[in-house]
Structure formats: C-alpha cells, structure tokens
C-alpha cells in the first residue's frame, strides 16, 4: 500500500509539471531558443570566425580560402542580428576592386557574399554594414588560407609564450608570425618601416629568403609589400626588410604576412585566438612609431658620397663641428685634393687650381711643385 500511494503522489506531480502554462517549462524553452539561435549562427559561419568589435556590437567573419563570405552581426547582448542588416565588401586584389553585396540569408540569419579564390600573401577586404540604419565600417587583411588561418596562427603564436611588452634590440615591437620573430619599427618622421628576423635569443639574423607583406589599419588602409635593404657602409645586404608607410599616428591593426621556402603563416599585432578585437575609436593603438636616427645616417651618408663622386681620388673626412653644406662652392680642377673640414688641406701635383670664394671659413696650405699657384679670395 505505502508503494501505490507513493507512485500516486509521483504520478501527480509529473501531472503538475506537465500542465501548460506552467511558468518553469516557458523559462527554460526561452533559453534553449536563444541558445539554439546563438549555436546554429556560430556553427554555420564555422569555428575559427574572426570577431571585430565596433562601440554597437560585434561582426563576425569567415572568409574561406575560395573567396566564399558568411557574416553575422550581433548586439551589445550578444544575440544575433537578424532584422534591419545589410552590408557591401571592397575587395582589393591583383584584378583590381570589386564591390560585392552581403546578402541576408533569412534562413540561417547570416550574411553571404561570394568573393573571388583568395591568392596573394595579404588580400585587402573592405566592409560596411548597415544596421539599422547606421554604418559600420572596417577593413580585413585576409591571408590566403582565409580568416581561418588567422585564427589558427595566433592560436600557435600564443603557445611559444613571449614574454608581455618584450621589445626588440632596435627598441621595435617583437611579433610571432609562424616560426618567426620578427621585429617592427617604424621611423615617425619619414614613415621609414624595418622589420628584423630574430633568433631565438632575440639577436638580429640574416632574413634569407622571406618575403614580407604588412597589412595596415590607419587613416586609409595599405597593403605594402618590404623589400631586402640593399648593402650599405655599416650595413651588410638582407640584415632587414624595409619599406614606406603613411602614418600620422600608430596604426589601429596590423596584419603581418611571412613567406618563406614555400611556406607562409600571417599575424595580426595583438589579435588572441577566440577573442573579439576592437575596432572603434577608443581601441587601442598598436604602437610601432618611434624615434630614430635613420635619417640622419642616410643624410650622412649621402653627402659622402656626393663628395666621393667629385673625383675617384678626393678623399673626404667629417669632423665633429663640420657642416654637411661645406662642399658646395667648392671648384676643384687638380686630380688630387684631400679635404678635411672644417680647415683644407689641398695637395696639388696640376700647375692650376681655382676655388672660388666658399660659404664656411677654412684656412688653406698648399705644398706643389715649383711653379704651382693656389688662389683664394
């Protein structure tokens, strides 16, 4: 008796539970909606989606290696928008742009495109989304593997576990891309950019044979491909990859391309696997600008040889205190002078030689041979 009126009661209560209309069976099916809609957009765009977040929400993004887009754009909740939105690509590539449209798709709540097979180290893609309403804009560097090699490359970057902050021997921001360190700097007064392969020890090495691609997010975006910098004194040929960027202020994103023996691997600066990265105006900057004295060696440089090409046999030497400008009025006929700013030391083996009157003060000896004659005014 006491087990029939215990499965009586039990029976009662899978009744009560069962009843429509109870509050604690819509709560639950609430939820498991949301969840259903949030796992059938993530599973639809694939694993490995790369997440920009604008100050209204988030775009997510697979872009596949044969051109083929999925989108889909959620708010501050996070639940998906799937009413009101609407979007364009700018797709930049060797055939030139394309605009593409990004179509909704009422069935699964994504945005579609289908772009052109991806091939180059870096292929620059523009969007604008239009949700409800209002724009938001951003720009992709998409390497050749699609979003999900993006994904996957600093997913291994993270694991080597580079130190937080560390800075290169040249003072430059170190970035993991592959199998490599790299260093990147770039000069704030001429928009000179140099990247450094480092080893293990974090010492500059030779670049060999890598061939590398920036992608840039700033006042416009820019794809530049560096090239080998070429010997110079003090320099030896492929110590680093150099190249040019117009930036006014440190870049919101840059994406790095490596292609080395046949193998490529990409890195966007400061992008963690599985984490949204923030594209509105209060994002962090990525901080590559510095001082440098490049320029100065440059000019030094330059000046030298200038000098050098007067004649194979004028041998030029810059003290301290000596003006770069100091050449300038300065008319040598003879084949053999040597000048040492700021005083001039002239050797004369010609019977004729003129210098007219120069712009600095300098005092003149001259030792020839009977019978030779210097002038100065």
């Known amino acids: 008796m006491k087990i029939t009126k215990l ?6 209560l899978l009744i009560a539970l069962a009843a429509p209309g ?17 796992a059938t957009a993530e599973s639809a765009i694939g694993e490995g989606a790369y997440v920009e977040e604008h100050e209204s ?8 290696a044969d051109g083929n887009v999925k989108a889909v754009v959620s708010g501050p909740d996070g639940k998906p928008i799937r009413e009101d939105v609407s979007g364009t690509l700018l797709w930049k590539d060797a055939s030139g742009e394309k605009t593409l449209p990004l179509t909704l798709d009422a069935k699964t709540g994504l945005l579609v495109a289908a772009g052109p097979k991806l091939e180059a180290d870096l292929t620059e893609i523009g969007y604008t989304l239009n949700v409800a309403g209002k724009p938001w804009n951003g720009t992709l560097h998409v390497p050749a593997g699609g979003t999900a090699e993006l994904y996957a490359n600093a997913k291994g970057s993270a694991d080597l576990g580079l ?5 290169g021997p040249h003072g430059g921001r170190i970035e993991i891309v592959g199998d490599d ?5 770039v000069d704030e007064a001429t928009g000179e950019v140099r990247v450094y392969v480092l080893d293990a020890d ?14 840039v997010v700033a006042e416009a975006p820019q794809v530049v491909v560096l090239a080998p910098v070429a010997a110079t ?124 009157k120069p712009s600095f003060k300098a005092s003149a000896s001259a030792r020839a041979s009977a019978g030779a004659k210097v002038g100065t005014r």
Request: charged share 20%.
């Open 233 to 356: 004194a003090g320099v030896a040929a492929g110590a680093y990859l150099t190249g040019k960027l117009a930036l006014a202020a440190d870049p919101l994103k840059v994406t790095v391309a490596v292609r080395n023996a046949g193998r490529s691997a990409v890195a966007l600066c400061g992008y963690r696997a599985g984490a949204a990265f923030a594209v509105h105006a209060h994002a962090p900057r990525v901080k590559v600008r510095m001082k440098t004295d490049w320029h100065a060696h440059a000019h030094a440089h330059a000046d030298l040889k200038a000098k050098a090409d007067l004649d194979p046999k004028v041998h030029v030497h810059t003290g301290a205190g000596a003006k770069a400008h100091a050449k300038a009025n300065v008319n040598v006929k003879a084949p053999s002078v040597r000048v040492t700013p700021p005083s001039v030391n002239v050797q004369i083996k010609a019977p004729s030689i003129s210098i007219p």
């Open 57 to 64: 929400g988030k775009a997510a993004f697979n872009v596949a």
């Open 202 to 215: 974090l010492k500059p090495i030779d670049i060999g044979e890598r061939k590398v691609t920036l992608g």
């Open 22 to 38: 109870c509050g604690k069976e819509e709560q639950p099916a609430e939820a498991n909606a949301t969840v259903e809609v949030t």
């Open 181 to 185: 360190r790299l260093e990147l700097l």
């Open 7 to 12: 499965s009586g009661v039990f029976a009662l």
């Open 163 to 167: 130190p937080e902050g560390k800075l």
